[in-house]
């Protein structure tokens, strides 16, 4: 038996929704209209445990600051601890790693010719971890666990130059051919993270572009190979200077196989804090 890709799920980050979490307010109204776009998701993570997510996610000058940035980095440690961003870590658990099939997707990938940084320490920020309350619920920090092992996957898309959609897409489909060479019968989800539209400084502070994130979702589901072919100034015109994360989705995107996925959950909504929030839970057609 080989582990497999049966799912993926694609998020936003926004911090202020950690922050709403972990200070009680997840039950406002202003909060309420996102979290709604969350249930279904918690259930599906219930009913469908993978044995291991991989979070595809950036760091956002946290772990690496600018003094050195990895393009694409794999945490191949035993565990993660929350990181402080400024106010203290989130009151969540540590992120437990599984460095076995993380070493085996490093050799792999690296032998497919993606130039992969090995990270043997760092702590996480909120780029990893509100994707997981959002999709696991609040978790006690110290009596509380995630539901499985999470190996993380950092991509620079905060300090140019960025790698492009294209590659993310080709190194997706790298990392699903290390999963399918790994002997042990694991079920594997792969998560992209970040996004959709959004713009945190300068002139167009606070852009948000309803059609364009909604053509990407489309276009993400039924045409990534195009997708993957959009230039970053694409982006970045249309959806905003922090809108290039979304190019960590192709990743997860290009990992799933050839057919057509089942789309399980799709939301969109406006606003969170300064953002748009996108959500989507893709399985692998059989
Ligand atoms: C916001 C969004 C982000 O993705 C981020 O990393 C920081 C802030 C925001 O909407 O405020
Ligand atoms: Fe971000």
Redesign the pocket.
């Known amino acids: 038996m080989a582990a497999r890709i049966t799912a993926s799920v694609y998020t936003?980050?926004?911090?202020?929704i950690g922050a709403a979490l972990d200070s009680g307010k997840s039950h406002e109204p202003y909060w309420q209209h996102v979290f709604k776009g969350y249930d279904y998701g918690k259930q599906w993570m219930k009913d469908n445990k993978p044995d291991v997510i991989f979070l595809v996610y950036?760091d956002?000058a946290t772990a690496f600051s600018l003094d050195m940035i990895p393009t694409f980095a794999i945490g191949t440690a035993a565990s993660y601890q929350p990181a402080d961003e400024g106010y203290g870590a989130r009151p969540v658990p540590v992120v437990q790693g599984h460095p076995e099939l993380a070493s085996h997707i490093a050799q792999s990938v690296i032998q497919q010719d993606f130039d992969l940084t090995i990270v043997n320490k760092m702590d996480v920020d909120?780029?990893l971890t509100v994707p997981l309350s959002l999709m696991c619920g609040q978790q006690d920090p110290t009596t509380g666990s995630w539901p499985c092992p999470v190996i993380p996957f950092a991509v620079n898309v905060v300090q140019y130059p960025v790698p492009s959609g294209q590659r993310c897409y080709n190194l997706g489909k790298a990392i699903r051919k290390a999963v399918e060479s790994y002997d042990e019968d694991l079920n594997v989800h792969i998560w992209g993270t970040?996004?959709m539209s959004?713009q945190?400084q300068g002139p167009r502070a606070g852009l948000i572009n309803r059609e364009w994130d909604n053509a990407f979702l489309d276009r993400l589901i039924a045409d990534p190979a195009g997708q993957a072919a959009v230039p970053h100034i694409d982006y970045v015109r249309e959806a905003g200077s922090?809108g290039i994360?979304l190019v960590m989705w192709l990743i997860a995107r290009g990992a799933m196989n050839d057919k057509p996925p089942v789309v399980k959950q799709r939301f969109y909504h406006v606003p969170?804090?300064?953002?748009a929030v996108g959500h989507l839970i893709l399985e692998n057609s059989k």
Do not use: D, K, R
């Open positions: 936003s980050h926004v911090p202020a950036n956002h909120h780029g970040g996004g959004h945190l922090e994360e969170a804090s300064n953002t």
